[in-house]
């Protein structure tokens, strides 16, 4: 009897799933889990169902309590040699397949914080109980089964399966994000495509490399040298695969976007210039793959320079802990030159294999999960989707949620803007037909109806909005207390808008990374396209400045309203040019902090007094004749005198006189009588300084990699 102990803690039911689908048919599996860590109770009827499929003769025995819930006893027969747990305090359970089993769920004590709730995601999935969703949000049933009455939902008993869509927006309906779980059991998988993502450091030449592979596209023979239509390409080999790569832009401000193309990638191909060495870029991108638990296949770019150093590149990478295959690892490497196309079929072919050893394959029948990489709004087609098919066909037809919004697929293009009548896995397709535009990043849920789609998407959006003043709610209880010397922080409204939604966001994070203790910078609104007339409306009312990145100049009468309404528009096409000019502006708006500066420093030459004639007319008053050695001396500043390097006094200035005329600055080299406000105490020798207020302004920071901040 084959048999194992399963008790991987935060493994779960998806886990058991797996294991059972990797093992064979015929053996008998016993498995040994608790309740609440492998299996949950509610989930083990479902899954010992779902089991049965695989095998006949499956055997899970489960108990409450922790990690020493494994029954010492069972286990000694089973497992000889395992070490007995603590204490033996557990009730043992035993199932057969497709028993039910029944826990009694006891709802949480405590509410979690308003913050756990925002931050807190949970996994979904077709068919998932009440009970389970109540367990895993943290919610009660009554107010699960509430909800899903408002929704319109028919409400049963916990035990009953709802589906995923009612699981999500009744969790988002309590605060938290729901992840979904998408199993292929039982589907036929098939090999697919990798999907390739190219990363690494500024002007190393990534968009060259991507260019280059461009032109060996067939498709791309086909159309003639096409100018690209998506933001996404396929490469297909003699050997008849296919390689799908992404194109994600270079600068810093596009991390986000770079991370969120990681996570849609298999492979990401680690661009590093040969001349240049591995740069900030370059560890930010193995951050990004090794974070995304994506394999990387390196391409040291400029080989045809003279000045190129592959090994140095190498050694570089592998004291930055890469493992590559030259030194014993498995990271392959290839030399390449993007300009002198050398290197490219290698390159090709190092991409296949590590698909190969991957042995990626998906699922292509029902309907498709996909991932969108880029979207923006044309001005006949409405919004446009670029997404990357993960898994099933997306179909023309069908209803779909795409990150908050909805629509109804009109229609399917391919790479080179070809309708086509579906999307296959791997496959980079431009989906119209969406009532708004989504996020890069965003997945496409196919959903059985508009009424679900419309329902879905109002509750994303409803999510959103609460999870965005939830955020400003959090940023504003940052404001330092007046009570410190701190200046108030200022509020500066901020209205962005770009060409497509990555850049929306990638300028939105850039614009936030912004944020300091002076200026609080509040994304109020964000959209794609051209400044429109509700912008400048929404500016005014708001006090707030447009930003517009990479998008048409708006029209007279906009710029003519934005004019009168006196609202800033902030227009570029560099990223930089525009982070620059933000910059700028916000440190314009930061209050600042005042610092004291020695403006002129005297040296004391002479005293004279000069007597109060009676005790009516005032004390002596003491002029110290000076002569100013360094800086400026003003009248309206601070005096401290200084004896020996110590401060003696610090006071106002009560007069500043030239040649018996009262001035209101004498410069360096020039002698002057000064008195300061109840000193009497001045020495020939004593220094005299003269002190300014200076309002010191944030400063505008950027980094080699493009990222930038505001330092106060
Ligand atoms: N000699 C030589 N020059 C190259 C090669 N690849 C790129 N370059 C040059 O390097 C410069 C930067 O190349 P890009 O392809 O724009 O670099 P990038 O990494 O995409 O730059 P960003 O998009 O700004 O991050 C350009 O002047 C290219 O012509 C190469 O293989 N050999």
Redesign the pocket.
């Known amino acids: 009897m084959a048999w194992r102990v399963l008790r991987k803690k935060g493994t779960s039911a998806s886990f058991l799933n797996a294991f059972l689908s990797t093992h064979s048919k015929d053996a008998t599996h016993v498995i040994y889990g608790s309740f609440g860590q492998i299996l949950d109770s509610d989930v083990l009827p479902r899954v010992a169902a779902n089991a049965s499929v695989l095998s006949n003769n499956l055997t899970i025995r489960s108990f409450h309590a922790s990690r020493n819930m494994l029954t010492w006893r069972r286990k000694r027969e089973d497992a000889p040699g395992l070490k007995a747990p603590r204490k033996e305090k557990h009730v043992r359970r035993e199932t057969r397949t497709q028993a039910p089993v029944e826990t009694p769920y006891v709802p949480p004590r405590q509410k979690p914080s308003a913050k756990s709730f925002h931050d807190k995601t949970v996994e979904i999935f077709e068919g998932m109980t009440i009970l389970e969703l109540a367990k895993r949000t943290g919610a009660s049933i009554g107010s699960l089964q509430e909800i899903m009455k408002n929704v319109g939902e028919k409400v049963d008993s916990e035990f009953d399966p709802i589906s995923v869509d009612v699981a999500e927006l009744v969790a988002m309906e309590v605060g938290v994000n729901a992840r979904r779980l998408h199993s292929d059991e039982g589907a036929v998988l098939q090999p697919r495509a990798p999907v390739v993502t190219v990363m ?10 991507l260019d280059a592979l461009r032109q060996t596209s067939v498709a791309a023979k086909e159309a003639g040298g096409i100018t690209q239509h998506l933001g996404a390409f396929v490469v297909d080999m003699p050997s008849g695969a296919s390689i799908t790569f992404l194109d994600t ?3 810093a401000a596009f991390s986000a976007m770079r991370a969120r193309g990681a996570a849609v990638t298999d492979i990401v191909v680690l ?1 590093v210039a040969a001349d240049d060495g591995v740069m900030p870029q370059t560890l930010e991108a193995i951050s990004h793959a090794k974070a995304a638990n994506v394999p990387i296949v390196v391409a040291i ?5 003279p000045s190129a150093d592959p090994q140095r590149v190498r050694i570089q990478l592998g004291s930055e802990g890469l493992p590559l295959e030259d030194l014993g690892g498995d990271v392959q490497v290839v030399e ?5 196309k050398i290197g490219l079929d290698k390159l090709e072919e190092a991409l296949l294999l590590q698909a190969e050893m991957m042995d990626l394959k998906a699922r292509i029948d029902g309907p498709a999960q996909a991932y969108v990489v880029e979207a923006r709004v044309d001005r006949g087609k409405g919004p446009l989707a670029t997404a990357i098919v993960k898994s099933g066909t997306l179909l023309c037809g069908q209803h779909i949620v795409v990150g908050a919004a909805w629509g109804r697929i009109r229609t399917i293009r391919d790479m080179v803007g070809r309708a086509t009548e579906s999307g296959q896995p791997a496959m980079p397709v431009e989906i119209e037909g969406l009532k708004g535009v989504p996020m890069a990043g965003d997945d496409v849920t196919v959903v059985g109806s508009e009424e679900r789609a419309r329902m879905l998407s109002a509750g994303r959006k409803k999510k959103l909005e609460k999870d965005r003043l939830h955020k400003a709610s959090e940023m504003t209880t940052d404001i330092p207390d007046a009570s410190e010397e701190v200046p108030k922080r200022v509020e500066l409204p901020i209205i962005i808008k770009a060409d497509v939604q990555g850049t929306v966001q990638a300028v939105t994070d850039a614009v936030r990374s912004m944020n300091n203790a002076q200026v609080f910078v509040n994304v109020i609104h964000v959209g794609v396209g051209p400044i429109s007339e509700s912008d400048i409306d929404l500016a005014e009312a708001c006090g707030a400045c447009i930003v517009g990145f990479n998008i048409r100049n708006p029209p007279t009468a906009i710029t003519h309203a934005a004019n009168q309404a006196n609202i800033k528009i902030c227009l570029h096409r560099v990223i930089y040019h525009l982070l620059e000019e933000i910059g700028k502006y916000i440190i314009d708006k930061a209050p600042g902090t005042f610092e004291t500066k020695v403006a002129g420093e005297a040296e004391v030459l002479s005293i004279f007094e000069l007597k109060g004639r009676s005790k009516s007319k005032g004390p002596d008053i003491k002029i110290a004749g000076c002569r100013v050695v360094d800086g400026r001396f003003i009248k309206s500043s601070t005096m401290r005198l200084l004896r020996s390097g110590e401060i003696v006094f610090e006071g106002s200035c009560a007069s500043l006189k030239r040649e018996q005329q009262d001035v209101e600055a004498v410069s360096k080299g020039n002698e002057c009588g000064l008195v300061i406000q109840d000193c009497d105490d001045f020495q020939v020798g004593d220094i005299i300084q003269c002190l300014e207020q200076v309002n010191k302004k944030p400063k505008f920071v950027s980094t080699v990699g493009g990222a930038v901040r505001i330092e106060c």
């Open positions: 690494g450091h500024v002007d190393h030449g990534k968009t060259s490399l832009p270079g600068h661009v770019n400029k080989c045809d320079k390449v030159s993007a300009t002198s």
